[in-house]
């Protein structure tokens, strides 16, 4: 859990931000929570299908504007 100041309108208030974190054996999933003053969804997202061709990476805001899905390419030789 974070917590920050904000200085919106002039008036600090403290922010609570909680960060939830989900692995599993090929994917990772996450959401961002604002705990001010109830508990309120700010983004989810994910990587599925780790360690396989054609992963995913994947954000979801509360808008379309925030909302984001990749493809994560699988390296099979070291780089030199």
């Known amino acids: 859990m974070t917590k920050e100041l904000s ?6 208030r403290i922010l609570t931000r909680i960060l939830t974190i989900n692995g599993g054996s090929s994917s990772i999933k996450f959401a961002l929570f604002d705990a001010a003053n109830s508990l309120r969804r700010i983004l989810e997202g994910g990587i599925e299908r780790i360690g396989l061709p054609h992963a995913t990476f994947q954000v979801k805001g509360r808008t379309r504007q ?13 780089r030199r």
């Open 7 to 12: 200085t919106q309108s002039g008036n600090p």
């Open 66 to 78: 925030t909302t984001f899905r990749g493809h994560c390419q699988l390296r099979t030789t070291p």
